[in-house]
């Protein structure tokens, strides 16, 4: 609708037809706020996922540029793999342990942090460089201590603690690699739930613990039944995102152990990096990528189902 | 007094001996967490300042005077172990700057416009995570290649930018959603454009969630091996994840002091901005539900 | 010279599917210069009105001019509006002095100039040694005072508020209308205020607009609504305490009418009841015009409840046959529990209509 | 060549011929190039075992090769198997007017075709400490069994420091080469595989003796009870190891471990190292018990060297390059060896005996260093390897197998305890069969 | 039988270095059943002293008794006392119903026990059909309700409230005003209640403890605080418009005491002022004890300026020599900004001290 006298204030921008387009104004731009985003996420997921999807319909060998379709027998073959299974028992091993000690550990951190009065803000920061610092270095320190020769850690184990012979190499030995692999990770990561969780913690207003003393309860029924349901949402989405970080997790494993001794540190990433540069079949590869990411994903929905971390309980503080 | 009386604290203790207890438990979990949690950080500032041999030869724990030393921060003026870090403090800057600016405005859109689908839109980018990365490096090379920005500083920016956005985008989102409307309806009162009220009223307010997310987009780039050995082959373009690697591999003797120094040196950055930082970063991660 | 015209408007939201009609074929106009207050309960369309005249909502249909201006598709930006909310809607991250300045930075005054205005504004307001503050620094009332001064600096055509005193308590409502409408008075605009308090509707507007479910129910300077409510919900709205109702019925009797209510008779010298005879009516009442009677026997019987003495009045509440009746007797009422007998004056009865509310007399 | 410079025109070459020294030697030789001849290059540092490999994943699957890589040539078998190398005889034959005859017989190309441009030879052997042998009083062995004595006895003195036996137990190169080797010093082929007719050598077949196998297996089990964490030890690491002195005997090549030794002496001004360099010892692997030296099956060196991409998008510059490199004089040629050295033999007959090669400062201070690469040519080579014939079975078949890595896999789950010897044994046995199918298949 | 005795109850915060006495050398006692309302201005220390009473805080000195039970020291969740915050605290994550029972179930009663309670609490409280939802889909006057219903069925011994309605709107206050009355009656233990609010406090308590800066001004039932107010503080604080206050001179005429306020006298019928003749003296009086005289030479000159009609009353405003006064007067006053003569009712006229602002008469 023209309007006669309001025109000549302002000078016209361009016109843009927008009452005629079939879609609303604010539609496109909320399309435009978001365009990057989607940009970006093609390039780095969407294009990956088909592209890895497709080159798993093909033998290829990693060094020849020749693509031979097979249709799904890189699937049989995964299957078939004598190692996938053990892989992908290891795998979930080392995602639930180590998960598990990172929810532990790290809601503890946060629990304790929260309430502690002097070095709050330094002890916090420490903590939070765990997290913060390249993995490569907490490789390069954990090799360094749990070195036979030298090795602080090494020299416990062994003469403190009997745990190992003296010459031993405990990120070399069958029982204490993996152990020692979850323990690493988690000292990394389990930052990353004390953050969230003690970030939680923080709004908790006082209130609700003073009506709840007022009501009589113990510090345990406080825990129970005003921290843990307020940070229960949180929680489901951390354990999540920590599952699905640590069945990836390839880094670490590869600089500390290289899926070894034997195959005990193999998971299926170490597995599928193997299979591209030891076994050169880089089809096979993409196969056993895309079955994780089909195995996470069907977990994931299983576990949206089952505890639904978006259905939280809204609070207003 | 009578039945009515509570039954007292856990373990049958009273209020106030419970109260002592839970006090005793709370020094006694800081000095773990001091020890475990500041530990290896201790342990490789210590290495870092003890002569070299040292290292090598005995276990030691602490520099003293004998064994202290400066020398091994030489290795930080080693031109390539410089251009390393250099690279990774320009990575590390961008990735935030891209990470910051994008999920802004996404997470603006998502908060205050009305558009289809975008309760399912963090969803869906999540999924991008389950996603293990170990065998996209020859997809991402060939789609670097063919975008131009192979082996260049800003392709690793964007590669870096784009794994943080989902989370960037969905705290963005979820923090934008708490500040009141209001605030941006009195700027248009006031006769300010949507990108003005945006720009002055919004994005201040978002501080803790922008720290929130630079931090997260730090804690990347800072830690990236993967994309930087696939997108930054050649050495003065890495960064120092990589970096470390290679020169650990092209040295055929590099001590384990050196190494430990630089690792020191990479450590500060992390440091001092969680130390600075932690309140904003922390009302930041406030944010509820996915 | 502008004046604010509302014509037909109504709004329509859709949620989930079905549709709310927050504003429902609502015509006002506000003089230039004339303070009107929107008034209703909580969810009856107040802000909805408010936000379709400021812009921020569009309205399903209907028109909004400002003057001879049709601004009912312009931008809010571009309508040259001042609105308060009750969220104060300070910027947080701004001081004082930002907060009051921004708008006319927007507009392009002159570092100079906006400095200026601000310090003519904050003296007219009392809040000069605020200016260097931050907003979280600042009590409720002076936080509203700010937002005050955001307004008065642009010299708005139009002036809007949306409760902005909801949030403050009694003293401090009390300390800060005359504060509004010193500021209203000196801009001279029209002005439209929205508020759930009967009170402040009361005290501060040339005239008030009582809205109900979307509707307007009556539109008339405060005494009129107070003394001449043209339908129930109006009397039941305005006043405090509110007006009660009971069952009556009318009787024709000598050519005048009477009025029943349970066993009790009232001659009611009224004109206008003439076609009402042997209909049930609804019968209203203020507690200001109940007499207690030391007489149990006289008017209603009643058993003392409770006194809530207000230091210049009392509020008593009573048991009877109607049920709970509140009365505002002296400073030095105390009822201790016993009988007394209420006593109506029917000279202040208002009659309604039991269907539709709409007052009969 | 057009002389537009940088962008496609470019020779790219990867190459992990990269350490300190070599570094600012390629700077050099870049830039004097480009001046000479108008050809960009694009050198890049190919890395350790894996990363080169994945690099040339990603450039090969990427469609676009680099135009030369360096690498023995078993690495490039599949590469070159599916003819994405160019023949570089030409390049060859004017090296050797230079340099002197290629002196390997080892498998560069089938016929008259030759793919790879050599570089140096890896001469497999064993190195121990001789001032440590000294201070216990040990002899030379002569078999394993007294590699396995010595080690324990180093082990378990008090007065070293040092580890008996540095075993590669990383499931990567050299744990597989050190496994290889050991076989064939056990008298059997090491590959796992020999010619079904030895005389007309024209099929091979599979050849893993349980006997043998498990024996080896089991000595390099025994072995790691003597040696640091094995499965810590690859090539990069265990030249590390050696130079900070964590053990007394192991298995390498040439005189690597002397030379780098030597080198960080130098740079360090060391004498400590100096003496280490000095005490390092390098002579024939020793054989199980039984077996002579005659029976010993280890067949030539493995070269070492630059291969050309067809598909490259500027291979004739790369082949320039090369011949710029070596064919100029023998003194540039010199210079690579200098870089890193102890580390090759040259493959070219004239080089190790030149004035300009014995003249390199670092023989200079260490005369020791050059002793032992003449040494490993003139008595190694000469006397330990090519004793058996039907040893020798360079074949597109047997490179194919070069790069399994499922030996070193193997030998993995033996010293960590993964499977016994038997199950290893059965393991890599599958593996080998299954592996000589799939080259079969391929190369048939 | 309890009664809450608070003794010489002082209570000192440390700030970053320097102390801050928020509750000074206060002394009460709250009977069994006797509901006593503290009051004050903001930061005044309510809040502290009934945190002190409840346990939450620790006091410096003084003591707490409940009944005849030392409980300085003891631990909040052995004093079997009932809170009622402003914040209303009701646990999100529980329905309204587990909300009610969590005291009960942390004190170990069976489900049977637990849900017969509750029904009957939500019974008085009119919220029966809310008990399945969840807070956050209440109203706050039905969260408050659901707090006070948390309260009640623990059948406490101390019944405590900080200003548990300043968030609601005054019809929710009205209406919410005497449901508490009614809790803490069927209850029947010691009430103290946190306002800031002097209309709450009049309307609700047995006594009203009025505190200023951390001293208890004057305890006393709510018409004495408004009628004798025993400080000029309490006399502005209590009543609402405040009393306004005046400089005047006291003078002795024929033995009886005269008020010299300006030019006007004003005679005082008074005992007590015989020490007082000469002395400067602080002059207080109501709105509600003012007189407008159309005629501008009787009385104090007085220009109108505003009017607020409230409907039963108007607040008027004057511009006179003495500043801003104003005046309740007539529902149908309407000044027109006329000039007129204000006439001070003589009789309720209060004199305090200039210093110390004590009542003299
Ligand atoms: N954005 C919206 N979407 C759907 N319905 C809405 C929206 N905004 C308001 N409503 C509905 O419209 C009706 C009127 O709302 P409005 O906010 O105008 O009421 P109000 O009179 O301002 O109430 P209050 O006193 O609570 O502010 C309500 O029923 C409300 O639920
Ligand atoms: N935890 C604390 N630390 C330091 N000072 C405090 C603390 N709590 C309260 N104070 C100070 O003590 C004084 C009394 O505070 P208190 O909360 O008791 O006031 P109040 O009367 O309840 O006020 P309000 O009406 O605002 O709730 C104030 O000056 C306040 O700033
Ligand atoms: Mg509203
Ligand atoms: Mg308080």
Known sequence: ?317 | MSQSEPPGGVFGLSYDDETRVIELLKLLSTAIIVLVGAWPIYWLTQLAFTDYETVEDAITYFPTPGIFTLDNFTVLTDPEMYTYMFNTVVVAIGTIVTVVIVSLIAGYGLARLEFPHKENFARILLVGYLFSPIVIGIPLYQIWRSIGLLGTRVGLIIALSAISMPFAVWLMWKYIMTIPEAHEEAAWVDGASRWRSFRDVVVPQCRPAIIAAALFAFALAWNDFTFAQILLPSTDTTTFAPGILRAMGQAQFLPDAYLMAVSLAMTLPPLLFAYFMQSYLLKGFQVRAL | ?361 | ?444
């Not at chain 4, 700077?27 to 990363?51: H, K, P, R, V, Y």
């Not at chain 4, 001789?130 to 008090?158: C, H, K, M, R, W």
């Open chain 4, 1 to 444: 060549l057009g002389g537009s410079g940088g962008g496609d025109d470019e020779v790219h070459f990867i190459t992990d011929y990269y350490n300190d020294s070599w570094e600012p030697l390629w700077g050099d030789l870049e830039s004097e190039f480009e001046d000479e001849t108008d050809t960009s290059l694009n050198i890049e540092e190919g890395g350790m075992s894996g990363t080169q490999e994945g690099r040339l994943a990603q450039l090969i699957q990427a469609g676009e090769p680099p135009d030369a890589n360096t690498s023995t040539f078993d690495q490039v078998a599949d590469i070159w198997e599916t003819g994405q190398l160019e023949t570089v005889n030409d390049v060859v034959s004017s090296i050797e007017e230079v340099n002197g005859e290629i002196n390997t017989e080892a498998f560069l190309g089938e016929g008259d075709d030759i793919y790879q441009i050599p570089h140096g030879l890896y001469v497999s052997n064993f190195q121990y400490r001789a001032d440590i042998y000294e201070q216990l009083g040990l002899d030379e062995p002569e078999t394993f069994q007294d590699v396995l004595d010595n080690a324990q006895v180093i082990d378990e003195s008090d007065e070293v420091d040092a580890r008996g036996y540095g075993l590669a137990g990383m499931p990567t190169g050299k744990s597989q080469d050190e496994f290889l080797v050991l076989l064939s010093s056990a008298g059997v082929s090491g590959i796992g595989l020999r010619w079904s007719d030895p005389d007309a050598r024209e099929e091979l077949e599979v050849y893993f003796p349980e006997e043998e196998v498990t024996m080896v297996l089991q000595y390099m089990k025994d072995l790691a009870e003597y040696s640091p964490d094995p499965t810590s030890i690859g090539w990069a690491e265990s030249l590390s190891q050696w130079v900070q002195g964590q053990y007394a005997q192991c298995y390498h090549l040439n005189a690597w471990p002397v030379g780098v030794t030597a080198l960080t002496a130098e740079a360090q001004d060391n004498d400590a190292l100096r003496g280490l360099a000095e005490a390092t010892q390098v002579r024939a692997y020793p054989t199980w018990g039984e077996i002579d030296k005659d029976d010993n099956w280890l067949s030539a060196p493995a070269p070492d060297g630059y291969h050309v991409f067809s598909n490259g998008t500027n291979t004739a510059g790369a082949k320039e390059w090369f011949e710029w490199l070596y064919a100029d004089s023998m003194e540039r040629t010199v210079s690579f060896y200098e870089a890193d050295p102890g580390r090759f033999l040259p493959t070219y007959s004239d080089v190790l005996g030149s004035d300009a090669f014995q003249n390199q400062d670092i023989f200079q201070a260490h005369p020791h260093l050059l002793e032992k690469l003449e040494y490993c040519q003139n008595e190694i080579w000469g006397n330990h390897y090519g004793s058996v014939d039907e040893a020798n079975i360079s074949s597109p078949e047997s490179l194919y197998m070069q790069r399994q890595w499922f030996y070193g896999e193997m030998v993995n789950r033996v010293v960590t305890e993964s499977m016994t010897i038997q199950e290893a044994y059965e393991w890599g046995r599958g593996e080998l069969e299954d592996a000589f199918a799939a080259a079969q298949e391929q190369f048939g």
């Open chain 1, 1 to 317: 609708m023209a309007s006669e006298t309001g025109e000549s204030i302002r000078p016209r921008r361009t016109y843009i037809p927008w009452d005629e387009l079939p879609v609303e104004r604010e539609t496109v731009a909320g399309f435009g706020t978001v365009l990057p985003v989607v940009v970006l996420y093609t390039l780095i997921a969407v294009f990956p996922i088909v592209f890895a999807f497709w080159a798993s319909l093909h033998d290829i060998h990693t060094l020849n540029p020749e693509w031979e379709w097979v249709g799904l027998a890189n699937y049989a073959e995964v299957l078939n793999i004598s190692t996938f299974w053990g892989s992908l028992w290891r795998g979930v091993v080392y995602m639930v342990g180590s998960t598990l000690i990172q929810l532990a550990v790290g809601l503890w951190m946060a629990l304790v942090l929260n309430r502690i009065t002097r070095g709050q803000k330094l002890l916090t920061a420490v903590v939070f460089t765990a997290y913060l610092i390249p993995t490569i270095i907490v490789s390069l320190v954990a090799l360094r201590v749990f070195d036979p020769l030298g090795g602080v850690f090494q020299m416990y184990g062994a003469e403190w603690f009997g745990l190992w012979g003296a010459q031993e190499a405990p990120l070399g030995s069958r029982d204490w690699a993996m152990r020692l692999l979850i323990l690493v990770g988690s000292w990394k990561f389990a930052v990353f739930v004390t953050i969230f969780t003690l970030a939680q913690l923080r709004a908790i207003p006082d209130r609700f613990y003073e009506a709840a003393k007022v009501c009589g309860a113990n510090r345990w029924q406080m825990f129970r039944d005003i921290t843990l349901p307020r940070l229960m949402g949180i929680v489901l989405v951390v354990v999540l995102l920590r599952s699905v970080f640590m069945f990836n997790k390839f880094d670490i494993i590869w600089q500390l152990t290289q899926g070894g001794p034997g195959n005990a540190t193999t998971t299926l990433p170490v597995l599928a990096y193997k299979t591209v540069y030891t076994d050169q079949a880089y089809g096979l590869a993409n196969a056993i990528s895309i079955v994780m990411f089909l195995f996470l994903l069907a977990s994931a929905i299983v576990y949206f189902k089952l505890f639904n971390p978006s259905e939280e309980v809204e609070t207003t503080t």
């Open chain 3, 1 to 361: 010279m502008t004046a604010i015209e509302i014509r037909n408007l109504t709004k329509v939201y859709e949620e989930s599917g079905n549709d709310i009609v927050a504003v429902d074929d609502v015509d006002l106009t506000i003089e230039d210069g004339e303070f009107v207050t929107l008034v209703g309960p909580s969810g009856c369309g107040k802000t909805t009105t408010l936000r379709c005249v400021a812009g921020l909502n569009k309205p399903t249909s209907g028109t909004i001019r400002f003057g001879d201006r049709d601004v009912t598709d312009t931008p809010v930006q571009e309508r040259n509006i001042a609105l308060l909310f009750q969220d104060i809607a300070l910027y947080p991250h701004m001081s004082v002095q930002e907060n009051m300045a921004y708008g006319l930075k927007i507009t392009g005054f002159s570092r100079e100039e906006r400095m200026a205005r601000v310090r003519e504004a904050a003296k007219l307001l009392q809040i000069t040694d605020q200016l260097e503050k931050m907003p979280a620094d600042l009590s409720g009332g002076q936080q509203q005072r700010v937002a005050l001064g955001r307004s008065l600096v642009r010299d708005p055509e139009v002036f809007l508020f949306d409760e902005p005193m909801s949030d403050l308590d009694a003293k401090l409502k009390a300390e800060l209308r005359p504060v509004v409408e010193k500021v209203t008075d000196e801009i001279g605009c029209p002005t439209l205020y929205v508020t759930h308090d009967q009170e402040e509707a009361m005290t501060m507007s040339d005239r008030v607009a009582v809205i109900n479910d979307g509707e307007l129910e009556q539109v008339a300077p405060p005494k009129e609504v107070y003394d001449e409510p043209s339908s129930q919900f109006v009397s039941q709205f305005i006043g405090q305490p509110s007006t009660q109702f009971f069952e009556g019925t009318v009787r024709a009797v000598n050519g005048t009418a009477e009025l029943v209510v349970g066993n009790y008779e009232y001659d009611l010298a009224r004109e206008g009841l003439e076609g009402w005879a042997g209909d049930d009516v609804r019968v209203g009442l203020r507690p200001q015009y109940i007499t207690v009677s030391d007489d149990p026997e006289t008017g209603i019987p009643a058993t003392h409840l409770l006194d809530e003495p207000l230091g210049d009045a009392t509020h008593s509440f009573f048991e009877t046959e109607f049920g709970e009746i509140v009365v505002v007797t002296d400073p030095d009422f105390e009822g201790g529990g016993e009988e007394y007998g209420l006593v109506f004056q029917s000279e202040s009865i208002q009659l309604f209509d039991d269907d539709s509310g709409v007052r009969i007399a």
